[in-house]
Nanobody, 125 residues
Framework: QVQLVESGGGLVQAGGSLRLSCAAS????????MGWFRQAPGKEREFVSG???????YYADSVKGRFTISRDNAKNTVYLQMNSLKPEDTAVYYC???????????????????WGQGTQVTVSS
């Protein structure tokens, strides 16, 4: 199995940028479909972005054009570059790994098997 540790969260003003990192150990991230989720207070966990084993990417409409997911196999790390941040992006962001092959367009948190502890992102207006 894989262990995931997120970092890079923090407080940023609207319009700013952050880069989240998800460092993996135990197994290589390229053997999983990897995803980023977020959960705001009082809301359900939302699938934000994913990167498949071959490197295909997916973005929720709410972040398309602003967020970029990438993977560094040598560092065994997945990144989420977040630009043009908005107050509604405020949430705890989680990295997750899927052992299966669920299409990202259908994926929910139940499809992902391994999770990090989360990192807080707060965007002030």
């Amino acid at each position: 199995q894989v262990q995931l540790v997120e970092s890079g969260g923090g407080l940023v003003q609207a319009g700013g940028s952050l880069r989240l990192s998800c460092a993996a150990s135990g197994r290589t991230v390229s053997t999983y479909n990897m995803g980023w989720f977020r959960q705001a207070p009082g809301k359900e966990r939302e699938f934000v972005s994913g990167i498949s084993r071959p490197g295909g990417t997916y973005y929720a409409d709410s972040v398309k054009g602003r967020f970029t997911i990438s993977r560094d196999n040598a560092k065994n790390t997945v990144y989420l570059q977040m630009n043009s941040l908005k107050p509604e992006d405020t949430a705890v962001y989680y990295c997750a790994a899927d052992r299966g092959y669920t299409a990202f367009t259908l994926a929910t948190d139940e499809d992902f098997d391994y999770w990090g502890q989360g990192t807080q992102v707060t965007v002030s207006s």
